[in-house]
Protein backbone atom coordinates (compact mmCIF):
# COMPACT_ATOMS: atom_id res chain seq x y z
CA UNK A 1 0.00 0.00 0.00
CA UNK A 2 2.84 2.40 1.49
CA UNK A 3 5.73 2.82 -0.56
CA UNK A 4 9.31 5.21 0.37
CA UNK A 5 11.55 5.60 -2.04
CA UNK A 6 15.00 6.72 -1.57
CA UNK A 7 13.36 9.76 0.68
CA UNK A 8 15.72 12.70 1.82
CA UNK A 9 14.67 15.19 4.18
CA UNK A 10 17.62 18.00 5.02
CA UNK A 11 17.53 20.30 7.48
CA UNK A 12 20.62 22.20 6.31
CA UNK A 13 23.59 20.21 6.27
CA UNK A 14 21.53 17.63 7.99
CA UNK A 15 20.38 14.50 6.94
CA UNK A 16 17.00 13.65 8.58
CA UNK A 17 15.97 11.25 7.00
CA UNK A 18 18.70 9.76 4.61
CA UNK A 19 17.60 7.76 1.50
CA UNK A 20 14.99 5.43 3.60
CA UNK A 21 12.89 3.16 1.18
CA UNK A 22 10.23 1.22 3.19
CA UNK A 23 7.32 -0.66 2.05
CA UNK A 24 4.01 -1.20 4.27
CA UNK A 25 1.32 -3.77 3.17
CA UNK A 26 -2.03 -3.57 2.94
CA UNK A 27 -3.33 -4.22 7.02
CA UNK A 28 0.25 -4.63 7.99
CA UNK A 29 0.85 -3.11 11.58
CA UNK A 30 4.52 -1.14 11.49
CA UNK A 31 6.14 0.49 13.58
CA UNK A 32 8.98 2.59 13.65
CA UNK A 33 11.40 2.66 16.69
CA UNK A 34 14.18 4.89 17.48
CA UNK A 35 15.66 7.35 19.99
CA UNK A 36 15.01 11.30 19.52
CA UNK A 37 16.45 12.46 16.69
CA UNK A 38 16.83 9.17 14.86
CA UNK A 39 14.27 10.70 12.00
CA UNK A 40 10.91 8.47 12.90
CA UNK A 41 8.74 11.47 13.09
CA UNK A 42 9.93 13.32 10.27
CA UNK A 43 9.10 10.16 8.10
CA UNK A 44 5.82 10.22 9.33
CA UNK A 45 5.24 14.02 8.47
CA UNK A 46 6.68 13.09 4.90
CA UNK A 47 3.89 10.96 4.54
CA UNK A 48 1.58 12.77 6.12
CA UNK A 49 2.36 15.78 3.80
CA UNK A 50 2.97 17.72 6.22
CA UNK A 51 7.16 18.12 5.31
CA UNK A 52 8.23 18.08 2.06
CA UNK A 53 11.20 15.94 0.59
CA UNK A 54 14.46 16.92 -0.34
CA UNK A 55 14.74 13.51 -2.61
CA UNK A 56 12.68 10.42 -3.26
CA UNK A 57 8.92 10.06 -3.43
CA UNK A 58 6.10 8.77 -1.66
CA UNK A 59 3.52 6.40 -3.08
CA UNK A 60 0.01 5.46 -1.66
CA UNK A 61 -1.97 2.09 -4.10
CA UNK A 62 1.02 3.51 -6.52
CA UNK A 63 -0.12 6.88 -6.98
CA UNK A 64 3.25 9.37 -6.25
CA UNK A 65 2.19 11.61 -3.32
CA UNK A 66 3.95 14.43 -4.48
CA UNK A 67 2.46 17.72 -4.74
CA UNK A 68 -0.88 16.39 -2.90
CA UNK A 69 -1.94 18.27 -0.10
CA UNK A 70 -2.61 16.73 3.46
CA UNK A 71 -6.96 16.48 3.59
CA UNK A 72 -6.54 14.97 -0.14
CA UNK A 73 -3.95 11.92 1.01
CA UNK A 74 -6.57 9.78 2.24
CA UNK A 75 -4.32 9.04 5.34
CA UNK A 76 -5.52 9.50 8.96
CA UNK A 77 -3.43 10.96 11.67
CA UNK A 78 -3.31 10.73 15.79
CA UNK A 79 -1.03 12.38 17.72
CA UNK A 80 0.63 12.21 21.22
CA UNK A 81 -1.40 14.79 22.84
CA UNK A 82 -4.84 13.69 20.85
CA UNK A 83 -5.55 17.25 19.75
CA UNK A 84 -9.27 17.21 20.38
CA UNK A 85 -11.32 20.48 20.04
CA UNK A 86 -12.06 21.71 23.27
CA UNK A 87 -15.67 23.66 22.12
CA UNK A 88 -17.05 20.37 21.05
CA UNK A 89 -18.35 16.74 22.77
CA UNK A 90 -17.32 13.63 21.89
CA UNK A 91 -19.89 13.23 19.29
CA UNK A 92 -18.66 16.73 17.22
CA UNK A 93 -14.89 15.57 17.54
CA UNK A 94 -15.29 12.21 16.18
CA UNK A 95 -17.88 13.41 13.63
CA UNK A 96 -15.09 15.97 12.66
CA UNK A 97 -13.49 14.60 9.15
CA UNK A 98 -17.24 13.25 8.21
CA UNK A 99 -18.43 16.74 8.10
CA UNK A 100 -15.41 17.83 6.09
CA UNK A 101 -16.61 15.25 3.40
CA UNK A 102 -19.97 16.11 3.17
CA UNK A 103 -21.41 13.42 4.80
CA UNK A 104 -25.20 13.71 5.82
CA UNK A 105 -26.02 14.65 9.69
CA UNK A 106 -27.89 10.70 9.62
CA UNK A 107 -24.18 8.97 8.29
CA UNK A 108 -21.94 10.79 10.70
CA UNK A 109 -24.21 9.78 13.79
CA UNK A 110 -24.33 6.44 12.56
CA UNK A 111 -20.64 6.02 11.95
CA UNK A 112 -19.82 8.22 15.27
CA UNK A 113 -22.62 5.82 17.43
CA UNK A 114 -20.54 2.56 15.66
CA UNK A 115 -16.97 3.74 16.42
CA UNK A 116 -17.49 4.78 19.76
CA UNK A 117 -18.82 1.53 20.22
CA UNK A 118 -15.71 0.22 18.56
CA UNK A 119 -13.04 1.86 21.12
CA UNK A 120 -14.95 1.20 24.29
CA UNK A 121 -17.03 4.43 24.70
CA UNK A 122 -20.71 3.47 23.49
CA UNK A 123 -23.06 6.20 24.20
CA UNK A 124 -20.27 9.06 24.93
CA UNK A 125 -21.64 11.24 22.27
CA UNK A 126 -23.16 14.39 24.49
CA UNK A 127 -19.75 13.89 26.85
CA UNK A 128 -17.50 16.91 27.29
CA UNK A 129 -13.82 16.19 26.27
CA UNK A 130 -13.04 18.07 29.12
CA UNK A 131 -14.59 15.62 31.50
CA UNK A 132 -12.49 12.55 30.11
CA UNK A 133 -9.78 10.89 31.46
CA UNK A 134 -6.72 10.60 29.64
CA UNK A 135 -7.55 7.24 28.17
CA UNK A 136 -10.98 7.85 27.36
CA UNK A 137 -9.21 11.26 25.26
CA UNK A 138 -7.14 8.95 23.42
CA UNK A 139 -10.04 6.26 22.56
CA UNK A 140 -11.96 10.22 21.12
CA UNK A 141 -9.14 10.86 19.31
CA UNK A 142 -8.26 7.03 17.63
CA UNK A 143 -12.55 7.35 16.91
CA UNK A 144 -12.09 10.38 15.10
CA UNK A 145 -8.79 9.19 13.32
CA UNK A 146 -10.89 6.08 11.55
CA UNK A 147 -13.90 7.98 10.89
CA UNK A 148 -12.94 8.82 7.34
CA UNK A 149 -12.45 5.20 6.78
CA UNK A 150 -8.74 6.52 5.98
CA UNK A 151 -6.52 4.15 3.97
CA UNK A 152 -3.61 4.50 5.91
CA UNK A 153 -3.47 5.27 10.00
CA UNK A 154 -0.42 7.19 10.70
CA UNK A 155 0.18 7.25 15.06
CA UNK A 156 2.93 9.52 16.09
CA UNK A 157 3.47 8.00 19.74
CA UNK A 158 -0.08 7.52 20.82
CA UNK A 159 0.59 6.88 24.05
CA UNK A 160 2.90 8.40 24.73
CA UNK A 161 1.61 11.05 27.61
CA UNK A 162 -0.48 7.63 29.37
CA UNK A 163 1.11 6.03 32.47
CA UNK A 164 2.31 2.78 32.37
CA UNK A 165 -0.97 0.01 33.06
CA UNK A 166 -3.09 1.99 30.58
CA UNK A 167 -0.78 2.18 27.91
CA UNK A 168 -0.07 -1.85 28.35
CA UNK A 169 -3.86 -2.23 28.35
CA UNK A 170 -4.10 0.17 25.34
CA UNK A 171 -1.83 -1.09 23.06
CA UNK A 172 -3.50 -4.63 23.27
CA UNK A 173 -6.64 -3.19 22.28
CA UNK A 174 -5.41 -1.43 19.61
CA UNK A 175 -4.34 -4.20 17.83
CA UNK A 176 -7.31 -6.64 18.14
CA UNK A 177 -9.31 -3.25 17.20
CA UNK A 178 -7.05 -3.08 13.76
CA UNK A 179 -6.67 -6.55 12.85
CA UNK A 180 -10.84 -6.36 13.19
CA UNK A 181 -10.62 -3.42 10.86
CA UNK A 182 -7.83 -4.83 8.61
CA UNK A 183 -6.38 -0.93 9.23
CA UNK A 184 -2.87 -0.46 7.55
CA UNK A 185 -0.82 1.61 10.54
CA UNK A 186 2.24 3.45 10.37
CA UNK A 187 2.98 4.32 14.07
CA UNK A 188 6.12 6.14 15.53
CA UNK A 189 7.23 5.32 19.14
CA UNK A 190 10.55 5.57 21.44
CA UNK A 191 8.50 3.20 23.60
CA UNK A 192 10.13 -0.52 22.41
CA UNK A 193 7.27 -2.11 24.85
CA UNK A 194 4.82 -0.49 22.88
CA UNK A 195 6.24 -1.34 19.54
CA UNK A 196 6.33 -4.78 19.86
CA UNK A 197 3.55 -5.44 21.74
CA UNK A 198 1.67 -3.45 18.50
CA UNK A 199 3.63 -4.44 15.44
CA UNK A 200 3.87 -6.97 13.10
CA UNK A 201 6.75 -5.83 12.15
CA UNK A 202 9.56 -3.61 13.39
CA UNK A 203 12.07 -0.58 11.89
CA UNK A 204 15.07 0.52 14.19
CA UNK A 205 16.11 4.05 12.92
CA UNK A 206 19.38 5.64 13.19
CA UNK A 207 20.70 8.90 12.42
CA UNK A 208 18.32 8.95 9.63
CA UNK A 209 18.39 5.56 8.34
CA UNK A 210 16.84 1.75 8.57
CA UNK A 211 19.42 0.25 10.96
CA UNK A 212 17.19 -2.72 11.33
CA UNK A 213 13.93 -4.19 10.25
CA UNK A 214 11.77 -7.75 10.86
CA UNK A 215 9.20 -8.68 12.91
CA UNK A 216 9.37 -8.02 16.27
CA UNK A 217 10.55 -11.91 17.07
CA UNK A 218 13.37 -11.40 14.84
CA UNK A 219 14.34 -7.80 16.06
CA UNK A 220 14.06 -9.38 19.69
CA UNK A 221 16.17 -12.48 19.12
CA UNK A 222 18.54 -11.32 16.27
CA UNK A 223 19.55 -7.52 17.13
CA UNK A 224 21.36 -6.53 13.81
CA UNK A 225 24.18 -4.67 15.19
CA UNK A 226 25.73 -3.29 18.44
CA UNK A 227 23.41 -0.45 18.04
CA UNK A 228 20.59 -1.93 18.05
CA UNK A 229 21.47 -4.55 20.97
CA UNK A 230 21.76 -1.37 23.15
CA UNK A 231 19.35 0.13 21.70
CA UNK A 232 16.92 -2.23 23.17
CA UNK A 233 18.82 -2.38 26.45
CA UNK A 234 20.97 -4.89 25.54
CA UNK A 235 24.81 -4.12 27.64
CA UNK A 236 26.18 -7.39 27.81
CA UNK A 237 28.39 -6.84 24.64
CA UNK A 238 31.69 -7.87 24.61
CA UNK A 239 34.66 -8.05 21.55
CA UNK A 240 35.69 -11.93 21.30
CA UNK A 241 37.17 -14.58 19.11
CA UNK A 242 35.08 -17.70 17.41
CA UNK A 243 36.82 -20.51 17.10
CA UNK A 244 34.08 -23.43 16.58
CA UNK A 245 31.63 -23.49 18.68
CA UNK A 246 33.57 -21.34 21.77
CA UNK A 247 33.86 -17.82 22.08
CA UNK A 248 36.86 -16.13 23.84
CA UNK A 249 36.29 -13.00 25.63
CA UNK A 250 36.90 -10.97 28.83
CA UNK A 251 34.57 -12.93 30.62
CA UNK A 252 36.34 -16.55 29.97
CA UNK A 253 34.91 -19.18 27.45
CA UNK A 254 31.53 -18.30 25.87
CA UNK A 255 29.80 -21.44 23.85
CA UNK A 256 28.16 -20.17 20.88
CA UNK A 257 25.31 -21.56 18.36
CA UNK A 258 26.58 -23.77 15.58
CA UNK A 259 27.19 -22.16 12.20
CA UNK A 260 28.70 -19.08 14.09
CA UNK A 261 30.94 -17.05 12.00
CA UNK A 262 34.12 -17.13 13.16
CA UNK A 263 36.96 -15.00 13.89
CA UNK A 264 36.50 -11.53 15.37
CA UNK A 265 33.40 -10.45 16.39
CA UNK A 266 31.35 -8.78 18.49
CA UNK A 267 29.17 -10.85 20.92
CA UNK A 268 25.94 -10.55 22.40
CA UNK A 269 24.70 -12.06 25.80
CA UNK A 270 20.96 -11.21 26.09
CA UNK A 271 20.46 -11.18 30.45
CA UNK A 272 18.52 -14.47 30.23
CA UNK A 273 21.64 -16.52 29.26
CA UNK A 274 23.55 -15.72 31.99
CA UNK A 275 23.61 -18.42 34.44
CA UNK A 276 24.27 -17.81 38.43
CA UNK A 277 25.53 -20.81 40.50
CA UNK A 278 28.74 -21.86 42.90
CA UNK A 279 31.72 -19.29 42.84
CA UNK A 280 33.71 -22.43 41.68
CA UNK A 281 32.20 -23.26 38.81
CA UNK A 282 32.42 -20.77 35.73
CA UNK A 283 33.53 -17.09 35.89
CA UNK A 284 33.76 -15.28 39.07
CA UNK A 285 31.55 -12.47 39.88
CA UNK A 286 30.39 -10.36 42.77
CA UNK A 287 26.92 -9.07 42.45
CA UNK A 288 27.03 -5.11 42.53
CA UNK A 289 23.27 -4.20 42.68
CA UNK A 290 19.82 -5.76 41.95
CA UNK A 291 17.23 -4.07 40.58
CA UNK A 292 13.43 -5.31 40.65
CA UNK A 293 11.53 -5.54 37.57
CA UNK A 294 8.02 -6.75 37.97
CA UNK A 295 8.37 -10.74 37.18
CA UNK A 296 12.16 -10.89 37.63
CA UNK A 297 15.46 -9.36 39.38
CA UNK A 298 17.75 -7.51 36.84
CA UNK A 299 21.17 -8.13 38.81
CA UNK A 300 24.55 -6.31 37.96
CA UNK A 301 27.88 -8.25 38.16
CA UNK A 302 31.46 -7.38 38.69
CA UNK A 303 33.06 -10.06 37.02
CA UNK A 304 37.26 -10.29 38.21
CA UNK A 305 38.05 -8.86 34.15
CA UNK A 306 35.91 -7.19 31.53
CA UNK A 307 32.81 -5.33 31.70
CA UNK A 308 29.70 -5.97 33.48
CA UNK A 309 27.51 -7.96 33.32
CA UNK A 310 23.63 -8.57 33.37
CA UNK A 311 21.70 -11.13 35.04
CA UNK A 312 17.95 -12.38 35.06
CA UNK A 313 16.87 -14.12 37.58
CA UNK A 314 13.70 -15.29 39.65
CA UNK A 315 12.81 -13.26 42.32
CA UNK A 316 13.33 -16.50 44.60
CA UNK A 317 16.32 -16.79 43.17
CA UNK A 318 18.33 -13.57 43.20
CA UNK A 319 21.72 -13.61 45.16
CA UNK A 320 22.21 -11.01 48.06
CA UNK A 321 24.40 -7.83 46.98
CA UNK A 322 27.93 -8.39 47.78
CA UNK A 323 27.36 -12.28 47.07
CA UNK A 324 30.04 -14.28 44.85
CA UNK A 325 28.79 -16.24 42.10
CA UNK A 326 29.86 -18.44 39.66
CA UNK A 327 28.80 -17.31 36.00
CA UNK A 328 28.30 -19.61 32.97
CA UNK A 329 26.47 -18.79 29.69
CA UNK A 330 24.07 -20.44 27.83
CA UNK A 331 24.23 -20.57 23.67
CA UNK A 332 20.44 -19.66 22.31
CA UNK A 333 20.90 -16.57 24.19
CA UNK A 334 24.26 -15.33 22.12
CA UNK A 335 23.95 -13.35 19.22
CA UNK A 336 26.92 -12.36 17.22
CA UNK A 337 26.47 -8.89 16.37
CA UNK A 338 26.58 -7.14 12.11
Known sequence: MLALEDVTVRFGSRAAVDAVSLDVADHEIVCVLGPSGSGKST??????????????????????LAGVPVHRRGVGLMFQDHQLFPQRDV???????????????????SRVAELLDLVGLPGAERRAVAALSGGEQQRV?????????PRLLMLDEPLGQLDRGLRERLVVELRQLFGRLGTTVLAVTHDQGEAFALADRVVVMRDG?????????????RPASEFVARFLGFDNVVGASVSGEVADTAWGKVPVPAGTAQGRVRLLVRPAGVRLGDPADGTRC??????????????????????????????????????????????DEVVVLG
Open 209 to 221: RIAQSGTPREVWQ
Open 141 to 149: ALARALAPR
Open 286 to 331: TVEARTFRGHHVAVRLRPESGPTLEADCALRDAPEEGAVVGVTFTP
Open 43 to 64: LLRVVAGLQPVDAGRVLLDGAD
Open 91 to 109: GGNVAFGLRMRGASRKEQA
